[in-house]
């Protein structure tokens, strides 16, 4: 069974920034890919970015160029490093594991943490 418990989360200014982190319990990097997915109110789950087992990254076009998601395979931790925050990038951010192979559906999602940009 697959813990992932995500922290980072804040209220932040417009332009400002936040590293969200998902730490994994149990061997999940070995050919699975981690990432997140987010929801703003009234809306449905959309991908942000993913990491595969390989180190390959995928990226939402709202978020290219200003997000970057990394990995730490001895802490058994994804990290989503969030620059130049804009409202729209309020919403609940899930961290997930899925195998590399599919994007949807995931294996493992984690409780989620609340992004607010707001000033």
């Known amino acids: 069974q697959v813990q992932l418990v995500e922290s980072g989360g804040g209220l932040v200014q417009p332009g400002g920034s936040l590293r969200l982190s998902c730490a994994a319990s149990g061997s999940t990097f070995s050919s699975n890919a981690m990432g997140w997915y987010r929801q703003a109110p009234g809306k449905e789950r959309k991908l942000v970015a993913r990491?595969?087992?390989?180190?390959?990254?995928n990226y939402a076009d709202s978020v290219k160029g200003r997000f970057t998601i990394s990995k730490d395979n001895a802490k058994n931790t994804v990290y989503l490093q969030m620059n130049s925050l804009k409202p729209e990038d309020t919403a609940v951010y899930h961290c997930f594991v899925a195998p590399d192979y599919r994007v949807w559906p995931v294996d493992y999602w984690g409780q989620g943490t609340q992004v607010t940009v707001s000033s």
């Open positions: 990491i595969t087992s390989g180190g390959s990254t």
